[in-house]
């Protein structure tokens, strides 16, 4: 029987966008299982806990069976060991994430040399998009519908009332 090949994608998504959506569907097109792995540090102040950043994207990829959501704390490397994932995907959007990545894939490559680090390039409409862009826009009131998907657009109108009050006055 093949090896299935599996890919850890770790991040802090918080929250998932539709930039990190598109990166995961490109992954699910290359390895035979997806792991969204989300960093559990209680150090870093995050707007969703880990299990909400969990049950967002479980809900946004509902029924795709390639892809798991778990969460992990520390070494990404040492995640991936457990999972014997082949690679560690990460997304590149603008040329300004690349030094960042590139010392980040070579730390890693040297704790651990079994595992590729594997960059995937967004779809040209999400190369501005981040989680904290998009987490300020949300707060003052902007809309951010089609930046997201439908459940992280929820559990962010029930976070900042000013994008509520937006969205419901677009939808009327
Ligand atoms: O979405 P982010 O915040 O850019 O993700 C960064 C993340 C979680 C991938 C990175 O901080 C990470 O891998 N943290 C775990 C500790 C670790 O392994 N660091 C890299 C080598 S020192």
């Known amino acids: 029987m093949e090896k299935s090949r599996i ?3 770790p991040g802090s998504f918080d929250p998932l966008t539709n930039g990190h959506v598109d990166v995961i569907q490109r992954a699910l097109e ?7 792995a989300i960093l559990h540090n209680p150090a870093k102040k995050s707007l969703f806990t880990t299990g909400e950043r969990v049950g ?5 990829f509902n029924g795709n069976d ?3 959501v778990d969460s992990f704390d520390g070494l990404t490397v040492d995640y991936a060991k457990t999972k014997n994932a082949v690679a ?3 997304g590149m959007r603008a040329i300004s994430d690349f030094e960042n990545e590139f010392q980040m894939a070579l730390m890693n490559r040297k704790l651990y040399k079994d595992v ?3 960059f995937l390039m967004t779809g040209l409409r999400w190369i501005f998009t981040s989680s904290s862009i998009i987490k300020e826009a949300a707060e003052f009131g902007g809309d951010i519908s089609d930046m997201v998907p439908e459940p992280v657009k929820f559990k962010l109108m029930e976070k900042f009332p000013k994008l509520k009050t937006t ?3 677009v939808e009327k």
């Open 167 to 169: 969205i419901e006055t």
């Open 88 to 90: 560690i995907i990460r």
């Open 66 to 68: 390639c892809l798991l």
């Open 56 to 60: 967002m994207i479980r809900e946004s």
């Open 116 to 118: 590729q680090s594997v």
């Open 7 to 9: 890919a850890i994608y």
């Open 30 to 36: 290359i390895f035979d299982k997806v792991i969204v």
